[in-house]
């Protein structure tokens, strides 16, 4: 009979960016409940804080680690510090809607130097940790159903959710030899801070659910489990794709 | 909202178990179809297998019953409309889909015979069509919610040698995942495809004996090795299971990188 490969973590040190709130801290508390030891790194020291006091309380294992994801010569001073890792949640990310007619250059800065850029060397340096560690691993970006199709005043965040897709599938190819599987979890609106916004009125939020044929947004926990998911042993062939937590969104 | 103060909450982890949960596996008899009948009952789910051969899946069910697990097997020929019907109605509702049931012939796109056609065309796509149908009428009907998995292929994505039928085939699956998603998302109703590469099966057992082919094979797939069932398993059980709870209409690629390429 075939083994069952379980969903667990156990043994595993993680690394998760954007950790304070939202998906991440989700993933982060999600990823310590299946078994790994995880660091918890962004900038809100007290959000931090609280967020390793509860994974601690019930059980867990976990630190926190300040860093500004953008500073690469501080993420590769704390990676050394604190890795090597053997999963990597790459998760901190923003978006500021905007029409693309009324896009400013800051604002694609901003995008693209969290999105895509930061994203890009936290990857660098934790690929790096377990190429010379002599170990294997899987590091998720977190991309968007907007990596995958546009939307209204997202030309900015789509692009580099875009980015991201492609930065993966290049990642998988070159990392594959070296045992580390690189894949993107996809979510559509998820009920958090950063979401907030565009739920800010029930018309809108009406119009968001309208194009979920599940009817609801995606809840924190959801898409944390799916990175557990794609972080265990369960998943030892997935590499270089996404998975879509969109409820259908992007199906039709 | 998950907005501050929400937040502060320890969340709750949406279960990767299938207790209580009835499933149908088609195709269960051998491959990945057995394998994925053995996750789902080790997950807690009570299995129904079915397939043409009754022999092999009793011989997994006494396995599973030796491991205190529930299942049971029925012979079944998925492309005979009425006996899938009459299956679904007597053993149904179900909860859980693996709709797998599916063959491959490779020939060439030049020589592909008429008889080839007609059979991939009937089994992939037109029994893979009635079997979820069936199911999904029955989980309407019975007011439950549920999780269908369609197994569909790399070939879903990208073109195979001497594999043109079966490409065909397991593009409209993709298509059809897609479609049932978004009809049945407002039942409750989640449709997933999930996309092997090369796995070692009795489907395979022929190509992959020849070293030439096989040499090819893991040179496509940068993570360097062929597929085993094992590989398969976390994803069908995670696709049914609550923590999947917002995933429909997905496609999700178990093929070791090969459609990077």
Known sequence: MGRFPGFGLQGMRALVTGASRGIGRAAAE?????????????????????????????????????????????????????????????????NRPLPFLEVDEATYDDLYGVNVRAAFFVAQAVAKGMVDAGRGGVIVNTSSQMGVVGGPNRAVYCGTKHAVEGMTKAMAVELAPLGIRVVTVGPTFVETALAAKAFATPEARA???????????????????????????????VTGTHLLVDGGWTAQ | MAVAG??????????????????????????????????????????????????????????????????RAFALDVT???????????????????????????????????????????LNIRAAFTVAQAVAQGMVSAGRRGAIVNLSSVNGHVAGINRSVYTATKHALEGLTKAMAAELGP????????????????????VLSDEAFMARAVRAIPLGRIGQVEDIMGAAVFLAAPASGLISGASLLIDGGMCCL
Do not use: W
């Open chain 2, 6 to 71: 929400s937040e502060t909450r320890f969340p709750t982890t949406p279960s990767f178990r299938l207790d209580g949960q009835k499933a149908l596996v088609t195709g269960a008899s051998k491959g990945i179809g057995r394998a994925i009948a053995i996750a789902y009952a080790e997950a807690g789910a009570d299995v129904v297998l079915a397939a043409r051969s009754l022999p092999e899946m009793e011989a997994t069910v006494d396995g599973l019953a030796r491991k205190g697990l529930k299942a």
């Open chain 1, 30 to 94: 999600a990823m310590a409940e299946a078994g790994a030891h995880v660091v918890l790194a962004a900038r809100a020291k007290e959000d931090l804080d609280e967020a390793v006091a509860g994974i601690r309380a019930g059980g867990g294992s976990a630190e926190a680690l300040v860093l500004d994801v953008t500073d690469t010569e501080a993420v590769r001073g704390a990676v050394a510090a604190t890795g090597p890792f053997d999963a990597l949640f790459n998760n901190a990310g923003i």
């Open chain 2, 80 to 122: 005979d409309r009425e006996a899938v019907r009459a299956m679904v109605a007597k053993h149904g509702p179900f909860d859980i889909l693996l709709n797998n049931a599916g063959t491959n012939i490779r020939e060439p796109f030049l020589e592909a015979k008429d008889a080839s056609v007609d059979a991939l065309i009937d």
């Open chain 2, 187 to 206: 039942h409750g109703i989640r449709v997933n495809a999930i996309c092997p590469t090369f796995i070692e099966t009795p489907l395979t057992a022929g």
């Open chain 1, 207 to 237: 119009g968001i659910v309208s194009r979920i044929p599940m009817g609801r947004p995606a809840t924190v926990e959801e898409v944390a489990q799916t990175v557990v998911f794609l972080c265990s042993p369960a998943a030892a062939m």
